[in-house]
């Protein structure tokens, strides 16, 4: 358990609450590249740690990322015209670029010179990986943009789905570092397996293992820590263990274990304190990744069939989450189709903001605690003047990553030489990739 203040202090992301200020010092996704992939088109209304916010691609091909009212009279820019180097106010013609520089002012005398008095909110930008990313930070803080590990090079494949969810991004990141409840909410959709490690297929994912209570241990380090979830697995349990390490890179990204064919992430953006951008990623060699498309289907993260065209799911709680009660007698563990959609009717039943204070903790939530530990430790930290978890020397290294494999029983988990999955017979990209950075 943690205290209400505690609480508080961990989920509160909007203004000057410590923990958005933490996250503020991390570049951050806004939306994805398909949502603004045409020059000139339709403007896209996003939203971060309680910012409203406008993104749009200009003529040139330029993304913008701007405080969504109109400097002038604070109307909403999402509903402006995108043309010829700018987005344009309906409501009296001032012309906005992506840097926020203003183009003209058409309901004012040229001679007033205002227009060169007036600078609009506008961000920092990089595009990579499938999204567009933000720097919402004290400009002169901007430290040059890193890709994420789950995208390090420019020729990774990497397929997202992207869900806007009515909860704390805090909940949902716990959701994503508790490898336990794999064991008994995903049951039916990763199965186990006489195999040697875990494998996709296009209906589900198996695993080698039927151990529903996993030995948890912990490994800190200044990008967050990385945990294993220690398991006996079906072949060969007296000599070796199924290992499951996860990774959480501070604040917001965790790097979950793969499958024989490629990797697999999430991020998880808040929006404000009750509304969570929740992105399910995976990534890897082109020929092994499912498409984008392929990937949505697969997760049941389709949208216009599982999702409106804002992203948010049409499974809620005033229709069960689409349960099967009959499949659930058949057979099916929870009755809901999709795994991800398993995981966001727990984190969305525990309400807005989960009440921590109730929880009864168990050896399995091993790596939920550290989360807040950490987390809490780090945002006192930075209000203190330390600079925050996961930037500068201590961002995560290149070489650590989520792995799955049956070792044996004298190898120890910590000094066990992986690497990401980038196919069979490929060889992988360097980690340490050269890049163009544009801003």
Not at 23 to 44: K, Q
Not at 103 to 122: C, F, I, R
Request: with cysteine; charged share 25%; net charge negative.
């Amino acid at each position: 358990m943690i205290s209400p203040e505690e609480n508080e202090l961990l989920c509160r992301v909007v203004g000057t609450a410590p923990m958005g200020q933490l996250m503020r010092r991390h570049w951050l996704p806004v939306c994805l590249t398909e949502e603004v992939a045409d020059a000139d088109g339709a403007p896209v209304k996003a939203r971060v740690l309680g910012e409203d916010l406008v993104v749009f691609r200009d003529s040139d091909g330029r993304v913008g990322v701007l405080d969504e009212r109109c400097p002038h009279r604070r109307v909403s820019l999402v509903y402006g015209r995108n043309e010829e180097g700018g987005l344009r106010c309906l409501y009296h013609g001032w012309k906005m670029d992506v840097a926020g520089t203003v183009l003209e002012m058409v309901s004012e005398p040229a001679a007033s010179g205002l227009a060169e008095k007036v600078k609009h909110k506008a961000y920092r930008v990089q595009e990579w990986g499938g999204m567009v990313w933000a720097w919402f930070g004290p400009p002169d803080e901007a430290p040059d943009f890193v890709p994420p590990p789950w995208a390090p090079t420019a020729d990774t494949r990497v397929s997202i789905a992207k869900v806007v969810l009515p909860c704390n991004w805090a909940q949902v990141l716990e959701g994503a570092i508790d490898s336990a409840h794999s064991s008994s909410l995903h049951s039916s959709d990763m199965m186990p397996a006489r195999v040697g490690g875990a494998e996709a297929t296009d209906k589900s994912w198996l695993r080698p293992s039927t151990d529903k209570a996993p030995r948890m241990q912990v490994q800190r380090g200044g990008y967050g820590f990385r945990y294993a979830a220690i398991r006996r697995p079906i072949q060969n349990a007296a000599t070796h263990d199924y290992v499951r390490c996860t990774v959480f890179c501070a604040p917001i990204t965790v790097l979950v274990p793969p499958n024989n064919l490629y990797n697999v992430a999430n991020v998880n953006v808040p929006m404000d304190d009750t509304t969570t951008a929740f992105y399910f990623l995976a990534w890897g060699h082109p020929a092994s990744t499912p498409e984008t498309e392929t990937w949505r289907k697969f997760l049941r993260q389709t949208v216009g069939v599982d999702l409106d065209r804002h992203y948010r799911p049409l499974r809620n709680e005033d229709n069960r989450f689409w349960q099967d009660r009959e499949a659930m007698k058949a057979g099916n563990f929870t009755g809901i189709t999709g795994f991800p959609n398993q995981d966001v009717a727990m984190w969305i039943t525990m309400g807005p903001i989960a009440d921590r204070t109730q929880d009864r903790l168990g050896a399995s939530d091993m790596a939920v605690v550290e989360f807040r530990k950490q987390m809490l430790e780090a945002v006192r930290e930075f209000q203190s003047g330390t600079p925050a978890i996961g930037t500068g020397d201590k961002a995560i290294p290149s070489s650590v990553c989520s792995f799955q494999a049956v070792v044996p029983k004298t190898t120890d988990w910590r000094d066990h030489d992986t690497s990401y999955v980038w196919g069979r017979d490929e060889k992988r990209p360097e980690l340490e990739p050269s890049y163009s950075v544009q801003t």
